[in-house]
């Protein structure tokens, strides 16, 4: 069975830091790309950053290029997201996701919460 | 970017009723359109892939329509499981992916 378990989230103040961890299961890590996408309380999708399957290649949304950093270590299973200077509005449930086939995003972790408040 | 904009923001129909939701890119995305659904507190899950084809173990009442620009998501039978807010989401043109604004569906 394929599980994604992020973990990392909590409570920090604007200018912090905080690292994000997803731990997977049930499928070949080292095979498929991943995402972190991140949902404000009450608000829509919002994608925030894609690591290849080697981890070679990396995007990150404009509203967090600079600030944030994925990473990935295959040996361990397990996804990452660093978060420095982080803001109010990065408020938000952290998923990790899953890239399947033809681009979709197949499966989801069940979310980790941060927040960013003084 | 490419901007995706979907509507309505939200709807009430009754258990029974088809229920259909519209997704519109900025500009042409062929069929690299997924759908998901998301119930409050959760996760969103994977409904369809590449505007039309049904994820496995998704119940048959839903499917997508689609290409280019317009697409539709239809729930032919609304049942009060499928209470959730549902997200389009492009793959097109990347980074970024990008969502729609999601629809959130109630009974009436």
């Known amino acids: ?3 994604l378990v992020e973990s990392g989230g909590g409570l ?5 830091s905080l690292r994000l961890s997803c731990a997977a299961s ?5 095979s498929y790309e991943m995402n972190w996408v991140r949902q ?4 829509g999708l919002e994608w925030v950053s894609y690591i290849s399957s080697s981890g070679s290649t990396i995007y990150y949304a404009d509203s967090v290029k600079g600030r944030f950093t994925i990473s990935r270590d295959n040996a361990k299973n397990s996804l990452y997201l660093q978060m420095n200077s982080l803001r109010a509005e990065d408020t938000a449930v952290y998923y990790c996701a899953r890239i399947g086939r033809s681009g979709s995003y197949d499966y989801w972790g069940q979310g980790t919460l941060v927040t960013v408040s003084s | 970017d490419i901007q995706m904009t979907q509507s309505p923001s939200s709807l009430s129909a009754s258990v029974g009723d088809r229920v259909t939701i519209t997704c519109q890119a900025s500009q042409d995305i062929s069929n690299y359109l997924n759908w998901y659904q998301q119930k409050p507190g959760k996760a969103p899950k994977l409904l369809i892939y590449d505007a039309s084809n049904l994820e496995t173990g ?3 009442r839903f499917s ?3 290409s280019g620009t317009d697409f539709t998501f239809t729930i032919s039978s609304l049942q009060p499981e499928d209470i959730a807010t549902y997200y389009c989401q492009q793959y097109d043109n990347l980074p970024p992916v990008t969502f729609g604004g999601g629809t959130k569906v109630e009974i009436k």
């Open chain 1, 1 to 3: 069975e394929v599980q």
């Open chain 1, 12 to 16: 920090v103040q604007p200018g912090g």
């Open chain 1, 26 to 30: 049930g499928f070949t890590f080292s």
């Open chain 1, 40 to 43: 404000a309380p009450g608000k």
């Open chain 2, 58 to 60: 998704v119940p048959s």
């Open chain 2, 64 to 66: 997508g329509s689609g």
